[in-house]
């Protein structure tokens, strides 16, 4: 006896972001796993982790690949990302403007984030660091003089109003950052748009926590988000990225001694990669990672997927 497929009937999609001639996300009508509902037309995008400042808390499994040299400059960071590990996308993440760190000035941060514009030609998201008095410092001036359309993170339920006026006057694209709540990202895309800003240029971050440590509570969350955007809720339309290599990096099981845990070099990759499918299983369309293995198991996975 045959059986019916149980295919479901969607309205809404996901805002479909041209970020590039050869990056585009969204536009999906459906899970990525379910395809016997509707056809997913994009892939998602990898991005790789750039620091603008040496990165000294990573472990040194990540640094070795990398090697200090390259690690010491963001624009060969960059470059090696782009040109041997195959990154879709750039997440430039200004540690270094914090105000307790190197408190590197606004004007510097600009000039580093055009370096990386200068040196690749995939789309770049920059995100500073430091104080909301700092970061809306560095958010205005590299609005101001990016060489080109960029991609700003991340404006918060208490802190949108700066990020989304210089993104706005600048025609940038912005991440819209909500803690791991489906509320509380609608309430902060529509606090966004109020202020006339299209939902057509916004990334959702819902925030997410490693393997283990909270990503199980993301993934129901990014699911439920995804339902109400095929529900036809148009303010849970854009495409949503997670940043991975942030938190799966720092677990506890990555930097502990011991063979009997396995070699820690590949637990790192295990414990972001599986991260990362998961993530986009639930309807991520940009996964952040560090680790150049991660890149090369994830793309895997999803030329699988999208056979």
Not at 45 to 62: G, H
Not at 216 to 221: A, G, L, N
Not at 242 to 261: A, D, L, M, P, S
């Amino acid at each position: 006896m045959e059986f019916e497929k149980p295919v479901a009937e969607w309205k809404g999609k996901v805002q479909e972001i041209i970020l590039s001639d050869k990056v585009i996300i969204g536009g999906e009508k459906g899970f990525p796993n379910y395809s016997f509902d509707e056809i997913c037309p994009n892939r998602p995008a990898i991005a790789i982790e750039v620091n603008d400042v040496y990165p000294e808390k990573w472990p040194d499994t990540l640094k070795e690949v990398w090697d200090d040299t390259i690690l010491k400059s963001p624009v060969e960071r960059a470059k090696k990302a782009v040109e041997e590990f195959g990154a879709d996308i750039i997440f430039f993440d200004m540690i270094g403007t914090h105000q307790d760190r190197e408190n590197i000035s606004a004007a510097q941060a600009a000039e580093n984030m055009n370096s990386i514009l200068r040196a690749v030609d995939t789309p770049v998201m920059i995100r500073p660091d430091g104080n909301f008095e700092k970061q809306n410092k560095v958010f205005t001036k590299c609005c101001e003089l990016a060489k080109r359309q960029i991609i700003i993170g991340s404006a918060h339920e208490d802190n949108y109003r700066t990020i989304t006026a210089s993104a706005l006057a600048s025609n940038h694209y912005l991440i819209a950052e909500a803690p791991i709540d489906v509320n509380i990202q609608k309430q902060l895309n529509i606090l966004i748009t109020q202020m006339n800003f299209p939902i057509e240029r916004i990334i959702m971050d819902p925030l997410t926590g490693g393997l283990g440590y909270g990503f199980e509570y993301t993934y129901s969350v990014m699911e439920r988000i995804r339902l109400q955007t095929f529900n036809e809720d148009h303010y849970m339309i854009p495409p949503m990225i997670c940043c991975v290599g942030q938190e799966t990096w720092k677990v506890k099981e990555i930097r502990i001694e011991g063979e009997e845990f396995g070699s820690k070099s590949e637990r790192g990759v295990y414990w972001e990669t599986v991260t990362a499918i998961g993530l986009v299983l639930s309807g991520a369309n940009i996964v952040v990672v560090r680790h150049p293995e991660s890149v090369k198991q994830i793309k895997k996975f999803i030329n699988s997927l999208y056979k």
